[in-house]
């Protein structure tokens, strides 16, 4: 496949989306286009995209959000084996890792590190991410509550996700 197919543009939302969920957080919407469209948030032409709630982020939060983009990497490297890993980074994916390479570098994570994360979940969630991109490419958009009926267990991993925070917190406070 290439990167332009959109099954892997489909795919690469996906990603995005299933990522967030996992980790305990939602989104507005995710969305494939027929043709490139201009995204004013972005400053950007794409052939889909992930609407988030909010913009501003912290510790696991931008964690997660980081991960959250390196995800299409790690997906478009899956799809896309014959090309590199850098011409991905550089074209399909150049928003998302230009993000994450800033937020690194900003808050002195490894990207690398993050990478490796980003995919790990992509693998574990690959039979989600394919279920959800083909859903996604027959309806062109789909909100988070429509992921979450479609994709149950990520929904309750996210949710067990947040509850182990929400204990370590307060593990944290009453110590």
Same mark, same amino acid.
């Given at each position: 496949?290439?990167?332009?197919?959109? %099954?892997?543009?489909? =795919?690469?939302?996906?990603?995005?989306? !299933?990522? @967030?969920?996992?980790?305990?957080?939602k989104f507005k919407s995710i969305?494939?286009?027929?043709?490139?469209?201009?995204?004013?948030?972005?400053?950007?032409?794409?052939?889909?995209?992930?609407?988030?709630?909010?913009?501003d982020w912290l510790g696991e939060e931008l964690l997660t959000r980081?991960?959250?983009?390196?995800?299409?990497?790690?997906?478009? %490297?899956?799809?896309? =084996?014959?090309?590199?890993?850098?011409? !991905?980074? @550089?074209?399909?994916?150049?928003?998302?890792?230009?993000?994450?390479?800033?937020?690194?570098?900003?808050n002195g994570y490894s990207i690398d590190r993050l990478q490796?994360?980003?995919?790990?979940?992509?693998?574990?969630?690959?039979p989600n991410i394919r279920k959800l991109g083909d859903e996604l490419l027959r309806r062109g958009r789909m909100n988070c509550r429509e992921v979450m009926e479609l994709c149950p267990g990520v929904a309750a991993e996210g949710k067990a996700f947040l509850a182990s925070q929400q204990e370590i917190a307060a593990y944290e406070v009453a110590a």
């Open positions: 496949m290439r990167p332009n197919d959109p %099954r892997v543009i489909a =795919r690469h939302e996906s990603a995005h989306a !299933l990522v @967030l969920i996992a980790r305990g957080m969305e494939v286009f027929a043709e490139a469209a201009y995204l004013p948030e972005a400053d950007s032409v794409a052939l889909g995209c992930i609407r988030l709630k909010s913009q980081i991960v959250c983009s390196l995800a299409s990497l790690s997906v478009e %490297r899956m799809l896309c =084996r014959d090309v590199p890993y850098m011409m !991905l980074a @550089l074209t399909s994916c150049q928003n998302d890792y230009f993000y994450a390479e800033e937020q690194c570098e900003l490796t994360v980003a995919n790990k979940m992509v693998r574990r969630l690959n």
